[in-house]
T-cell receptor, first 115, second 115 residues
């Protein structure tokens, strides 16, 4: 069975601080896909990144960066120089080959960025 | 990413009644997915809708309670039947845009309150 753990329920930072959101996953499948989504207060889910299990390259997109480490089954997300607009719930999710569409979501981390 | 139009965006319904949620995608997709997000919780897959066949339901969800239609490759509906207050949730549809830089795109969600 697959599982995603986001141990941080809530994080509060002051604007311009860097913040890392942790994600640990469990799966016995060798082919799997990891995702991060942002859910602002308005409720929609915004896709941030997709990573497959064969691509361990770290990714940087503007102020966002992701660190994928298969050795520790982690896919952590860092926001550099946080802004108030980053305030949202962030979800890490996992799906495996042959079960596409069944995204297993973590419980989410609520990030509050204060001015 | 694919654009999904989901409606209604929110509704308040009386217990015992039914609500049908619609999702329209701007391109043809093989599978569409329906998720539920209970208050303060993560997302859970309800069912996968394929065009031309019966939807596939996840454990804990049954067709009598959540009938799904998929009349063509761009449209699907989810009905929440015989509603009770426990059905108060956000319901979201989703499609997969395959590829490294794409993820599962979600509709804006239907925020349902059952009174």
């Amino acid at each position: 069975a697959q599982k995603v753990t986001q141990a941080q329920t809530e994080i509060s930072v002051v604007e311009k601080e860097d913040v890392t959101l942790d994600c640990v996953y469990e799966t016995r499948d060798t082919t799997y896909y990891l995702f991060w989504y942002k859910q602002p207060p308005s409720g929609e889910l915004v896709f941030l990144i997709r990573r497959n299990s064969f691509d361990e390259q770290n990714e940087i997109s503007g102020r966002y960066s992701w660190n994928f480490q298969k050795s520790t089954s982690s896919f952590n997300f860092t926001i550099t120089a946080s802004q108030v607009v980053d305030s949202a719930v962030y979800f890490c999710a996992l799906t495996v080959r042959g079960s596409q569409g069944n995204l297993i979501f973590g419980k989410g981390t609520k990030l509050s960025v204060k001015p | 990413s694919a654009v999904i139009s989901q409606k209604p965006s929110r509704d308040i319904c009386q217990r015992g009644t039914s609500l049908t949620i619609q999702c329209q995608v701007d391109s043809q997709v093989t599978m569409m997915f329906w998720y539920r997000q209970q208050p303060g919780q993560s997302l859970t897959l309800i069912a996968t809708a394929n065009q031309g066949s019966e939807a596939t339901y996840e454990s804990g969800f049954v067709i009598d309670k959540f009938p799904i239609s998929r009349p063509n490759l761009t449209f699907s509906t989810l009905t929440v039947s015989n509603m009770s207050p426990e059905d108060s949730s956000i319901y979201l549809c989703s499609v997969d845009r395959e590829g490294k830089n794409y993820g599962y795109t979600f509709g804006s969600g239907t925020r349902l309150t059952v009174v």
